[in-house]
């Protein structure tokens, strides 16, 4: 188990996530980690004490980005609105994940088993967009007859066409508004 880090240690390590999710947003992966420490305000040696290689930076950069939509979720759970709750909740993954197929592309290529690397914060936002989905349905706000499964693999459908040079002119926004349309609980959409 790691030790905790001191409040010093932790601003550092904080600066250089944000960093890197900045650099890498801006230039892509390619931008060099002494860059993202000059970027961060640190110096190198304490980069590499953090994350010792570039691939390390960057599932710790995938991590940050879905713990931080599992927080969203979690948050969202609280909503009195399930059904807003819900569809807002989809609608901000789409926009988190769509641009930031990057870092997921650089980890294979560097060798990660990126499934496993992320195994616990994915386990813990299907968690939560499970429990957004049952009190969405419970609602009468999407469909009942739609599976956590089913709203998986329609956002990874999504992603995968909001990010295909095959289809450059796809409206990412009106793509997403026309799945969560899709979702939603109405006379007619039931199942066949």
């Known amino acids: 188990m790691d030790k905790p880090l001191r409040a010093d240690a932790r601003r550092n390590r904080d600066r250089l996530l944000e960093a890197a999710?900045?650099?890498?947003?801006?230039?892509?992966?390619?931008?060099?980690l002494d860059e993202i420490a000059r970027r961060a305000g640190v110096g190198p040696g304490t980069l590499y004490r953090h994350f010792p290689t570039k691939e390390?930076?960057?599932?710790?950069?995938?991590?940050?980005?879905?713990?931080?939509?599992?927080?969203?979720?979690?948050?969202?759970?609280?909503?009195?609105?399930?059904?807003?709750?819900?569809?807002?909740?989809?609608?901000?993954?789409?926009?988190?994940?769509?641009?930031?197929?990057?870092?997921v592309d650089a980890l294979i290529g560097a060798g990660v088993?990126?499934?496993?690397?992320?195994?616990?914060?994915?386990?813990?936002?299907?968690?939560?967009?499970?429990?957004?989905?049952?009190r969405a349905q419970h609602a009468g706000a999407v469909r009942p007859d739609v599976t956590s499964a089913d709203v998986m693999a329609l956002l990874s459908g999504l992603l995968v066409a909001v990010r295909s040079a095959a289809h450059p002119d796809a409206d990412a926004a009106r793509m997403t508004a026309v799945l969560l349309d899709g979702l939603r609980d109405r006379p007619g959409t039931r199942a066949m």
């Open 21 to 32: 999710r900045d650099a890498f947003a801006q230039e892509g992966v390619g931008v060099p």
């Open 56 to 103: 390390a930076l960057l599932e710790a950069v995938v991590h940050e980005r879905m713990r931080q939509l599992v927080a969203s979720a979690e948050q969202l759970g609280e909503s009195s609105d399930a059904g807003a709750a819900f569809f807002g909740f989809l609608g901000h993954m789409v926009r988190e994940a769509a641009p930031k197929r990057d870092l």
């Open 113 to 134: 088993d990126v499934r496993a690397a992320v195994a616990e914060p994915a386990a813990r936002l299907r968690d939560e967009t499970e429990r957004l989905l049952a």
